[in-house]
């Protein structure tokens, strides 16, 4: 298998690099709507990477986390008149079993933030005690400026998507209009935790550093024990989460342990439908659940987002999945032959592609051509090596 290179925010990422247990965290969902093709894109990109080191003989330690305390998880339960305990746990099975049916390999462990309080509460402690925040009332922020030689965005325009993604920077009083929240005090009747902060609970970033560093490191990865030159190999999500998600938890977690906190920040595109950005409040989300009720093959819906490069923004139409159909629909076809072309290039072919950026779209016309190839009466070719691999690599089983 050849070496899986990436692109990642800051060049380019090699699998080579970690020759040990390879520690791969992504940010999961907000429980509080189902999942659409936007998450599914993402964390198929993942699956991919997560298989394919897998298949190359690395040890990957996978965690994703579930933000099961967030305003608009909050917000909709009380549209809904329903719990927000309820509701999150609805969302979570409904998002476990949409992964499941798209073949995307869980994660050692699905962290909800709930079932973390409380080592985030002990690791904001530290962040107080070290000197890294200040309160503004009654709520911590963490102090950026240290961190901010490393943006890669001009400050107007990162003021700017911070205020779009759940910032606050014109609030008065800051030391920065950059510095994130890590508590948020106690309002209204929303849920909250005691601590030495008070009553309340942690902000956004600060969750993903804590669940990252415990789950990935160990219990002890406050003790100034991390003796690599970063904690761990992969952060990932989305590109929506470049900024300020993952610069936040990567300054949070430095300060945590005195160690860089990812060596590879990898980004997946943005999903948009019909030419318009797929968005909840332009209420065009196509849901990976109803797609399933309206019968449509799991296996259809994984090759259409494989069929475009992870790292691109993407348009989703109805041919996109009609394309994908014929093509499975062919596959299937040639793999049900009991004579079929050579399949050891199209394997090598396949790994290749996707060792190359994660090239599935390569990767599929390959398996196209092999079709074909087989079509045209082409012999010599194991089946069963073939969908193994396809199924191993790519995650379809066909
Ligand atoms: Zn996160």
Redesign the pocket.
């Known amino acids: 298998m050849p070496t899986l290179r990436i692109k990642t925010t800051s060049g380019t990422f090699d699998a080579e690099d970690s020759k040990n247990v390879f520690r791969m965290y992504v940010?999961g969902i907000t429980p509080y709507d189902a999942t659409h093709l936007g998450h599914a894109a993402t964390y198929v990109t993942f699956d991919v990477i997560n298989r394919y080191l897998k298949l190359a003989g690395h040890k990957v330690d996978f965690v994703e986390?579930i933000t099961d305390i967030d305003d608009p998880l909050f917000e909709r339960a009380k549209r809904d008149n329903q719990s927000w305990e309820e509701l999150g746990e609805s969302q979570v099975a409904l998002f476990e079993s949409d992964m499941a049916a798209l073949r995307v390999l869980p994660p050692k462990d699905y962290v909800a933030v709930t079932h973390a309080m409380e080592s985030i509460i002990v690791a904001i402690e530290k962040l107080v005690s070290d000197g890294f925040t200040y309160e503004l009332n009654g709520n911590i922020y963490f102090r950026i400026s240290a961190h901010l030689p490393l943006l890669t965005i001009p400050i107007y325009e990162a003021t700017s998507i911070f205020a779009q993604r759940g910032g606050d920077p014109s609030t008065p009083g800051k030391e920065n209009a950059l510095d994130p929240i890590v508590w948020v005090a106690n309002k209204d009747n929303e849920p909250g935790w005691s601590s030495k902060m008070g009553f309340g609970r942690p902000g956004w970033h600060v969750e993903?550093s804590v669940i990252a560093l415990e789950n990935l490191i160990g219990r002890n990865y406050l003790a100034g024990t991390i003796k690599s030159d970063f904690a761990i190999n992969l952060q990932g999500?989305g590109s929506d989460?470049i900024f300020p998600?993952h610069f936040m938890?990567a300054a949070i977690g430095k300060a945590l342990t005195d160690t860089e906190f990812a060596s590879a920040y990898v980004h997946a595109g943005m999903v948009g439908l019909d030419g318009e950005k797929m968005s909840k409040s332009k209420g065009n989300l196509v849901l990976v659940s109803n797609l399933l009720k309206a019968g449509i093959d799991p296996m259809v819906i994984r090759h259409a987002l494989l069929s475009e490069n992870y790292s691109s923004d993407r348009m989703w139409h109805e041919k996109t999945l009609q394309k994908s159909e014929v093509r499975i629909a062919r596959i299937r076809s040639a793999l049900a032959r009991i004579e079929v072309a050579p399949t050891e290039k199209v394997i090598s072919e396949i790994a290749a592609n996707i060792a190359n950026n994660l090239d599935t779209p390569e990767a599929l016309l390959a398996l196209d051509d092999w079709a074909e190839q087989t079509e045209r009466g082409e012999i010599g070719g194991s089946v069963g090596e073939l969908s193994r691999f396809i199924d191993a690599a790519l995650g379809l089983a066909l």
């Open positions: 940010c986390n993903c999500g989460l998600h938890t």
